[in-house]
């Protein structure tokens, strides 16, 4: 049997315990005060070479400088980016694992996945928007169209058979289309290739005779006169393409498809680290040299966080969530 002073010495033992844990619960926890004390994993669904994987290697770079550690790009390519992104929503949310994506990833891949366990727009908090990159319409010399009204026209004589092409389905550029087919009332055809080079050169070979793609990759094209520049898919001109004007001014009030590209990180890292990586990212995008870079890339920075950003994405979800459904957009 257990002496009395042994226990006084259990409870003793048990009090102290206690109490540590009751100190421990009551102090605040600053999380970000010593972070990052190690190398950070930067996930990217796409492939190395990409756009995605462009703009992620940039910023990583950046706050590497900032930040003191090594933001290490990791590509897992596949599933319209899901496979990266539920790397990162179910990694350990101390800021470690991080995420470059767009809305293919964040908004579109849920819809056209039914049975993806992944929920990106919970499973996953924004930090930091970093830009966006506009799309163009271009049509192949030999098309009778120069306008946006000239393509709404040709689409209704053509009577829903008009042939658009796009680089894969659920892809911007695809999303872009389908927008535009809504806005306007028309219906159009899409077909999807492996690919927005795929997809280019069966276009400047007169295979297909529509399509919105990524403005810096067809500029050269449009330049040399291989393709005929017909608008831009962004709320302004593009500094690259001012002769262009925007599908809006053109003849569809309030249209504005664009790749955007932002940063996140599993949904319950703490905010004072959220905050740190945020203003880290905003102090990148000041740099003159990056924004250069960024430029040359052809993307446009748009440095949104906190509750902007926050009501930025939702608005995405709602827009682009409407597109797909409507136009029932389905994984190949």
């Not at 695809?174 to 690919?195: D, N, Q, R, T």
Request: proline letters at 7%.
């Amino acid at each position: 049997m257990a002496s009395p002073m042994h226990f006084r010495f259990l409870r003793t033992v048990l009090c102290s315990a206690l109490a540590g844990a009751c100190v421990a619960l009551a102090a605040p926890v600053h999380a970000a005060a010593d972070y990052p004390k190690q190398a950070v994993r930067v996930m990217v669904g796409f492939s190395a070479g990409g756009a995605v994987d462009n703009v992620a290697r940039q910023i990583g770079e950046a706050l590497s400088k900032r930040l003191g550690q090594a933001f290490v790009i990791e590509n897992q390519a596949g599933a319209t980016g899901t496979i990266a992104a539920e790397t990162a929503a179910r990694a350990r949310p101390d800021g470690y694992t991080l995420l470059v994506a767009t809305q293919s990833t964040m908004v579109v891949a849920p819809r056209m996945y039914p049975n993806l366990k992944l929920k990106p727009m919970q499973d996953l908090k924004p930090i930091a928007l970093i830009g966006s990159v506009p799309l163009a319409l271009v049509a192949h010399p030999s098309l009778p169209v120069k306008t946006v009204g000239d393509v709404i026209e040709l689409a209704k004589k053509e009577n829903g058979e008009l042939i658009y092409a796009s680089s894969g389905a659920g892809g911007p550029q695809h999303l872009a289309a389908e927008l535009f087919a809504s806005m306007a009332g028309v219906k159009m055809v899409h077909v999807p290739y492996k690919g927005e080079a795929n997809a280019i050169a069966d276009l400047i070979g007169n295979h297909v005779p529509l399509m919105f793609s990524n403005l810096p990759t067809l500029l050269p094209y449009i330049q040399s006169g291989q393709l005929r520049g017909i608008a831009v898919s962004g709320h302004s001109r593009a500094a690259s393409a001012p002769e262009l004007p925007t599908v809006a001014e053109a003849g569809l009030p309030g249209f504005d498809a664009q790749t955007w590209f932002a940063l996140f990180a599993p949904a319950q890292t703490p905010d004072d680290v959220i905050e740190k990586l945020g203003a880290a990212v905003d102090d990148a995008l000041q740099d003159r040299i990056l924004q250069g870079t960024l430029a040359s890339q052809g993307l446009t920075i748009n440095a949104l966080r906190g509750p902007a950003l926050v009501t930025y994405m939702k608005d995405q979800e709602t827009q682009l969530g409407k597109v797909v459904e409507a136009a029932g957009i389905k994984a190949d």
